[in-house]
């Protein structure tokens, strides 16, 4: 029995509420699903090229299987258990499986190099690691360096005999919801990976909000494909929101490239996705050379990196698909949504396309705030760039056995390392990350906005910009685009013109095959900046 009054330390007496004590944990999610949509398809497809068509009721019971198997293999609460995997249906039911017996679910990129997994994986002290057959080799290249691991089991035949052994558990056992349930490390691009772990509260809280009308409404009419790794910031939350909401869920598996992408969604009538916009982008290149079409997609999540406003033009006006651009980081998942209130769903197109470009909407239980260098808040007038500040109770608080003082401020808000601008309605616009804004003269030069205004004319498939030193202006902007059919880079220039301020302009304009990405799809500017180090200026460019 609770106690109903209860007297605090500074002797005042408070009056608790009188609800149930019940704990919020992910076991609860896989539970619910299993027992209200046991039927509703989970789809997914191996690295072996096999097609699993299951349901939510065999997630659960596979689930209560896999916790049965590590707690036999003798893991317990807290304990670190790594997976290397795609999007698939054993890399699911690990989500549920390790976090319902209290151990910790530690997601590894497999995109990373060898010394960055085996850094990861010591400094988590992982214990078991399940391993994709794709990432075989990588294991045993460094399972040597890895102490800590005692079994590593390989998402095949491997697994299934793992988890075949043990009988499922009839009950998951009650854990106090601040346990840790994931562990995601964050890629620095300077300095040691830092990892965040979320507890089952914090986890059970953001999927919440991410199923809510204004985060992606996540609900049992949805078909969603899921074209975020698994890998990334716990799949952006939707495996958990899949699972609280029943929706219909598919796993792409290795495959996310156009072609295969648009074939899930015709085949598996998809409602709802949620990718990078490089995803995107190259999905509707796809769709407007093959003619193709995707009617049944309704919405996107777009996020993790800038989305530029011609993406959100062609895929509403063409493909009838409406864009939420979102922001969020591993810190955060997601810490804002881009539906439109009461007030932009009655202004015309233009003005709503406007927003949309914008990273969303200040979302319920994430606080944003801007200051300037001397730490004072910065206004809401949607002009003046701030460092982007967070805090709440799902947004980390510190690093797991990382000491990092400038993460957080005094006053304990997150650092985002990101500057924008933030309007009264609490829609947000990233100017850069700080590393990335380009300092010319002593004034801030978005380079996403040079990209995006870049990927806007005809011709220009992806654009990045980078500040490289220069004697006069400090630093100037550098354009480097891949293209598909010959562009004059002057039709370029005269296109991002129109979009920005004329000392914006890139000074130069290179083209490349290939635009560098990070393992989270992100462009790898350190790369292109490494790349382009002895760039020597254009005479029209100095
Ligand atoms: P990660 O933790 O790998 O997901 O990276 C988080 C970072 O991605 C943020 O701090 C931003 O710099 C960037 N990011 C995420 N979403 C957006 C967005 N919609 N627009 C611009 N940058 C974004």
Redesign the pocket.
């Known amino acids: 029995m609770l106690l109903a009054k209860h007297t605090l330390e500074s002797g005042v007496l408070m009056l608790r509420g009188l609800n149930m004590d019940r704990q919020l944990l992910i076991s609860s999610l896989i539970d619910y699903a299993g027992r209200n949509h046991g039927a509703t398809s989970v789809v997914a497809k191996g690295s072996d090229g096999v097609v699993v068509t299951s349901d939510w009721a065999e997630v659960a019971q596979r689930a209560r299987r896999l916790g049965a198997a590590l707690l036999g293999a003798g893991v317990s609460e807290g304990q670190r258990v790594g997976t290397i995997g795609w999007n698939d249906h054993r890399h699911l039911e690990a989500y549920y499986g390790i976090t319902g017996i209290g151990a910790v679910l530690h997601t590894i990129n497999p995109r990373l190099h060898d010394e960055q997994i085996t850094y990861i994986i010591n400094h988590a002290a992982d214990t078991i690691v399940f391993v994709d057959r794709d990432f075989v080799e990588v294991k045993d290249r460094i399972a040597a360096d890895c102490p800590t691991v005692t079994q590593w089991i390989v998402f095949d035949a491997e697994y299934e005999s793992f988890i075949d052994a043990a009988e499922p558990l009839s009950e998951w056992p009650l854990l106090d919801e601040w346990s840790a349930a994931t562990l ?1 490390y ?2 620095g691009t300077t300095g040691n990976p830092k990892g ?1 772990v979320q507890s089952h509260r914090s986890i059970v809280l953001q999927t919440w909000a991410t199923c809510s009308g204004d985060g992606h409404n996540v609900n049992s009419s949805e078909a969603i494909l899921l074209a975020v790794p698994m890998f ?2 716990n799949g952006w939350a939707m495996p958990f929101a899949s699972a609280m909401a029943g929706a219909k869920l598919v796993l792409p598996g290795p495959e996310l490239d156009p072609e295969s992408l648009i074939e899930w969604i015709n085949t598996e009538d998809i409602t709802l996705s949620a990718g990078v ?1 490089t995803i995107w982008l190259g999905m509707v290149q796809h769709l407007q050379k093959t003619d193709g079409d995707i009617p049944s997609l309704r919405r996107i999540a ?6 530029p406003r011609s993406l959100m033009d062609t895929l509403e006006d063409e493909y009838g698909v409406f864009v939420s ?7 955060m998942t997601q ?2 949504a881009g539906r439109f209130t009461h007030r932009v769903e009655r202004m015309d197109r233009d003005q709503q396309r406007a927003r949309q470009a914008m ?2 909407r200040e979302l319920y239980g994430v606080e944003l705030r801007l200051i300037d260098e001397e730490g004072n808040e910065v206004p809401r007038d949607g002009e003046t760039p701030g460092e ?1 500040l967070a805090r709440g109770p799902w947004v980390a608080g510190s690093y797991f056995e990382l000491e990092t003082p400038q993460s957080h401020t005094e006053d304990g808000w997150l650092r ?3 500057v924008a601008t933030m309007d009264s309605e609490g829609y947000i616009t ?1 100017v ?2 700080a590393k ?1 804004v380009i300092k010319s003269g002593g004034e801030w030069i978005s380079s ?1 906005d040079l990209e995006n205004a870049a990927v806007g004319c005809p011709g220009v498939v992806e654009a990045a910009v980078i500040g490289l030193t220069h004697d006069r202006w400090g630093e100037r902007p550098l354009l480097c685009c891949v293209v598909d059919v010959p562009v004059e880079p002057t039709t370029i220039l005269s296109h991002v013109e129109q979009e920005v301020p004329k000392w914006w302009l890139p000074n130069d304009v290179v083209f490349v095959d290939e635009i560098p990405h ?1 393992g ?1 799809g ?1 462009i790898d500017k350190k790369q292109l900046r490494t790349s382009f180090a002895d760039h020597v200026w254009s005479e029209g460019g100095s």
Not at 302 to 307: D, F, K, P
């Open positions: 995601c964050t890629s965040v990334h910031v916009p777009v996020g993790g990196s800038a989305a651009h979102v922001w969020g980081m591993t810190e810490g804002s990273a969303g982007l985002t390392g990101d990233i850069d990350r990335d996403i990070t989270t992100k």
